[in-house]
């Protein structure tokens, strides 16, 4: 039998990140997966990033994560959405070559010596009592662990779909574990069925370009990690098309095939990113819906529609992709399916990511429910992270809600649980204006870094960042104008603005054209404020837009701080394990929800859904007496008439 | 509170004072069992029980009990209901025997407060229980129930529902940029904001005639000395409350009086007559009466019009133009054309002056049948604070404040309205509330 400190099942987003950062750390490592030259492989679309899914990359770079290093590594187009919005909603996105992201995680995962690839399907997880030990392999080996991390995505029991076609296989031309669910189950967890789709591919050579719209990124990419100093592959264009009436009318004569209608399926499917047929059923009003023609990579033959995954069957896939501007002679080189697979009920984990109640097992990615490369890759290193500090005996990394998306993220899984593929919104976050894109080095790297697990050039640089941002809002925001004769005339000349009051930059900042551009280059000419003006030059494009933003809604950053800092009272109020929820008072009902969810702390009981403030009181109650409890229970002996 | 987290407790839930009944209530998980030791016989769910309660000292009553098994109770735990022979005796021992075993005088309104804890009812309904509780006449009743039954609830929920739907277009324009929808314009937003601002604010402006028809108003009787005050606040009240002599100054301090007009509280105050005066009491007196005058919703003023209207009461009619001008002693003289006049000693008038009162208070104070009127300050407060946040989200979107930061201020408002019906963390506010109830309710 093979030993290992880790075993990782699954080499996939949340894999990759859960093996690297415990082999980089001194763990060895057992990656298990069916094919090492599919690790890292993108199964849907290629592109990383997006509103809110943009904010978990950033967030995964500030914690020493590789996503966003592999991103800006094989980029070939970068977008920033939302980019006239704040750094609380903006969502950078970069479309990917794909074999290339794949290269470029292998090469990150090869290059840890302690990290092992191990082909093969895992069959069955190993147990002493409440314990794991490792992992069975089907061909009847057996590896050895302390802690298995099980990233398996759309492969337990993976079933595809298209049309009346059904295939066991968790992506196309793969196979499926078929068996390890049975371990999940055999432990009293409850699983569920999900469904996913992606859209047909074409070959690039049959598609007419110039009758679709081309879509070109953003003039200066803007790269992800900040290890990169700038984009080096060369850009492409997307482009865009229509679906049509007829083909609609196509789509909805041929419903009957479809196996999301025709009941062929029945698990739950994303309602973000529906299906072309479900578009066509739900939005019938709608003569043509929008379709995004990405390319899969520099040299890669294939095109990716985004905007028609489809489990119809081939023939009406042709008949749609070709009814469309520019692909009316497409040659699809791979069909549209729809996938399901089983996931565990995310409330049955602890907010490490460790499945409550055995030791040493955690899920991150698509099993716990989550649908989306980036919200899985921000689970694997969360459990990889979580399981380091297991193995060394250290402290856990909880992310608050107020602190990261990932904080976000973990805590609606295991609190709420999900029903459909959970995806990450920005909406999601109360407290949102306090997760810009900008500052995740701020809020995260101190933390990656007191657990050693940023590489010195990461810290350095997440460490300068945050020096000279602060600097510089420093700089500027102690910026005061007096309406004196020289500064009045200043902004009336220069910048056609009356200066009537005092005014600080942040208030110049309100008003409806100011712009910093213009103010810079006049206050250069004129020789006003010059050392605010230094302190932006070292600024880069996005972390000037940063400081400025801030300024300008200081005070709403402040209220949401102070409404957070309120909340983190509760948050605080920690609930013992196997704490007895049972309690005059507390109904059935919510002991029941309590139970399933066995939140870690008072702030997280407030938040299961149905939860009462009856209930909530209660508990707080008895937290407070038991941890006054503690208090006595560790005073010295020598006074023992106080204990009890 | 006991180790075993919710308490049991019990107070009466009428006045202490010999009836013909007296309520107790018993609240929480042992409820039941206490009292079916006391009767030694189950108590069946919401059924009248007729029950000897015996404890050792010997039998307490022959008593009447109701069960109501949680959640299906008013406060959502188990609660027994016992009526009594109405003497304080016999409830002092019934809580007697109960606080032996292990129950607890409940606090002022907790039996309220289990009942919004349990989500029962929400804060707004809470406080209208004390407005019923403390209503004085029926229009004031009707008031309580509507705003019990929910009917501010709803109409704050609402208005609540209606800022949700605008945050959910707008967080769409963010979380789905990259959709080919518009989920909602500029010009719309701000349209929007501003007709969810107006709701608020009709709702806010019904705080003057909620107030009035929970609290009562206070009509102020105000004139030179002798113009017949006294007199009058006699023959409104149908008493001799007030002395009445021919000697100018008679009333030196505030008189008080309260009676129902277009069915709110009207307490009427007369008031030492207005003039320039060294008598030292006397002059007291006056300046109580101008400071009454200030203080009332309503304000008469009374001219004597056998000795007609003099400079000092022109110049006040003039400072307070909705001061309603009535001249008396018209049995001496008639009231100038047009002026409101009546005559004590004819008994002419007195009618028409109701008349023309309740027509005043009931177009400027009550709250119209069948409406749903904010009664405190508390939910003024709510409301005012989430006016004030959706300003700035009006100010923040017409300015060009990015939608992310609009929406900070509708989320925040949204939150504020919350509060009009309760919030759980706000535990404070909660204690502030139940304190004003009394014990039972």
């Known amino acids: 039998m093979k030993r290992f400190d880790a075993i990782v099942i699954g080499g996939g987003h949340a894999g990759a990140e859960a093996a690297r950062v415990l082999s980089r750390a001194g763990q060895s490592v057992a990656m298990v997966t069916m094919a090492a030259d599919a690790i890292g492989r993108m199964s849907c679309n290629p592109a990383i990033g997006g509103l809110a899914k943009g904010h978990l990359v950033r967030e995964i770079d500030a914690l020493g994560g590789l996503m966003a290093e592999a991103t800006d590594a094989a980029g070939i187009q970068f977008k920033v959405l939302n980019r006239s919005k704040g750094p609380a909603v903006q969502g950078p996105r970069a479309q990917c070559d794909r074999d290339l992201y794949a290269t470029a995680v292998q090469k990150t995962l090869a290059a840890e010596p302690l990290l092992e690839v191990v082909e093969g399907i895992a069959a069955a997880l190993l147990f002493d009592r409440k314990k794991v030990t490792g992992v069975r392999m089907a061909d009847g080996t057996e590896l050895s662990a302390r802690v298995v991390i099980v990233t398996t995505g759309t492969f337990l029991r993976g079933l595809m779909h298209s049309g009346e076609q059904k295939s066991v296989g968790g992506r196309w031309g793969e196979a499926s574990s078929e068996s390890l669910s049975d371990s999940l189950r055999a432990l009293g967890l409850r699983l569920g069925r999900l469904k996913t789709g992606t859209p047909p591919r074409v070959l690039k050579e049959s598609a007419d370009f110039s009758r679709m719209e081309p879509q070109p990124g953003d003039a200066v990419p803007r790269p992800f990690s900040i290890l990169t100093d700038s984009i080096t592959l060369p850009q492409l264009s997307c482009w865009v098309t229509y679906t049509s009436s007829e083909a609609h009318e196509l789509i909805r004569k041929n419903l009957h095939r479809a196996p999301m209608y025709s009941g062929q399926i029945d698990s739950v499917g994303p309602r973000y990113c529906p299906s072309i047929e479900d578009k066509v059923v739900r939005f019938a009003e709608k003569e043509r819906h929008l379709v995004f023609v990405e390319p899969e990579g520099i040299d890669h033959p294939w095109l990716y529609l985004n905007g028609i995954s489809t489990s119809l069957p081939p023939d009406v896939q042709e008949g749609v992709v070709r009814s469309m501007p520019g692909l009316e002679n497409a040659v699809i080189a791979r069909w549209g399916y729809a996938v399901e697979y089983d996931f565990v009920n995310p409330e049955q984990l602890d907010a490490t990511l460790k499945v409550r109640d055995v030791g040493g097992l955690y899920l991150a990615g698509q099993i716990n429910g989550t649908s989306g490369y980036e919200e899985a890759a921000g689970q694997g290193l969360i459990a990889g992270i979580n399981a380091l500090e297991f193995l060394r005996g250290g402290d856990p990394l909880i992310l608050g809600r107020d602190e990261a998306y990932l904080g976000v993220l973990i805590d609606d899984l295991v609190t709420l649980g999900t029903e459909e593929p959970y995806r990450m919104f920005t909406s999601r976050a109360e407290h949102r204006l306090l997760l810009g894109v900008d500052s995740v080095y701020e809020r995260l790297s101190p933390r990656a870094a007191s657990r050693g697990l940023l590489d010195d050039e990461r810290r350095r640089r997440t460490e300068s960042r945050v020096a000279r941002t602060a600097a510089a809002r420093a700089k500027l925001g102690g910026l005061e104008f007096l309406p004196d004769r020289e500064t009045t005339s200043f902004f009336e000349s220069e910048l056609g603005l009356p200066l009537t009051a005092p005014t600080t930059l942040g208030k110049l900042l309100q008003r409806p054209g100011f712009e910093w551009d213009a103010f810079a280059a006049a206050a250069r000419r004129a020789g006003v404020a010059p050392e605010a003006l230094e302190a932006t030059i070292a600024l880069s494009e996005e972390e000037l837009e940063g400081v400025l933003s801030g300024l300008r809604y200081a005070g709403y950053v402040e209220k949401q701080a102070r409404e957070a800092e309120k909340l983190r009272a509760d948050e605080s109020l920690r609930i013992p394990v196997g704490f007895a929820f049972q309690r005059p008072g507390i109904s059935r009902e919510l002991v029941e929800k309590l139970e399933a969810v066995r939140p870690a702390s008072l702030g997280q009981a407030s938040r299961i859904r149905g939860m009462t403030p009856a209930g909530i009181s209660i508990l707080r109650m008895h937290l407070r007496r038991s941890q006054s409890g503690t208090i006595r229970a560790s005073a010295p002996a020598a006074a023992p008439e106080i204990l009890g | ?441």
Request: with cysteine.
């Open chain 2, 1 to 441: 509170m006991s180790g075993s987290g919710l308490d049991t407790i019990v107070a009466p839930a009428t006045p202490l004072g010999r009836s013909a009944l007296a309520l107790v209530r018993i609240d929480g998980p042992r409820a039941l069992e206490m009292i079916e030791q006391l009767a030694g016989t189950t108590l069946a769910e919401r059924v009248a029980s007729r029950v000897t309660l015996t404890d050792d000292d010997g039998p307490i009553d022959d008593a009447i009990a109701i069960s109501y098994v949680a959640p299906r109770s008013f406060t959502g735990n188990d609660l027994v209901e016992v009526s009594l022979h109405g003497s304080p005796a016999i409830v002092q021992r019934l809580i007697a025997s109960l606080l032996a075993r292990g129950a607890r005088s409940a606090e002022a309104g907790e039996f309220t407060e289990r009942a919004v804890m349990n989500g029962k009812i929400d804060l707004a309904q809470a406080e209208a229980i004390g407005d019923l509780i403390a209503s004085r006449t029926a229009l004031q009743g009707k008031l309580a129930l509507a705003n019990l039954g929910g009917m501010l609830s709803r109409e704050a929920e609402e208005i609540r529902s209606a800022l949700l739907d605008l945050l959910m277009r707008l967080e769409s324009a963010l979380d789905f940029a990259d959709e080919d929808i518009t989920f909602i314009s500029r010009e719309d937003l701000v349209r929007e904001i501003g007709r969810v601002s107006s709701r608020i604010e009709s709702l806010e402006s019904t705080f003057t005639r909620g107030r009035a028809t929970a609290a009562g108003i206070t009509l102020v009787i105000l004139g030179r000395p002798n113009a017949g005050k006294s007199t009058l606040l006699n023959m409104l009240c149908g008493t001799e409350r007030a002395i009445v002599t021919p000697i100018p100054g008679t009333t030196r301090d505030l008189l008080r009086e309260t009676i129902e007009i277009g069915g709110l509280p009207v307490t009427l105050v007369d008031t030492a007559g207005l003039r320039e005066t060294d008598d030292p009491v006397e002059s007291i007196g006056v300046t109580r009466a101008r400071d009454a005058a200030g203080k009332g919703e309503l304000v008469l003023y009374l001219i004597d019009a056998s000795a007609g209207a003099t400079r000092e009461d022109l110049e006040f009619l003039a400072a307070e133009p909705d001061a309603i001008e009535v001249y008396t002693k018209t049995d001496l003289r008639e009231a100038p054309p047009g002026k409101f006049g009546m005559s004590a000693v004819r008994r002419e008038g007195v009618n028409e002056l109701l008349e023309l009162l309740e027509s005043r208070i009931i177009d400027a104070f009550a709250v119209p049948e069948g409406s749903a009127a904010v009664t405190n300050e508390r939910q003024l407060s709510a409301l005012r604070a989430a006016h004030l946040l959706l300003s700035s989200a009006s100010e923040a979107s017409s300015t060009g404040s990015t939608e992310e930061i609009v929406a900070a201020d509708l989320r925040a408002a949204a939150e504020a309205l919350k509060a009009l019906t309760g919030d759980i963390s706000r535990q404070d506010v909660l204690l502030a509330i139940f304190s004003k109830f009394c014990i039972g309710k």
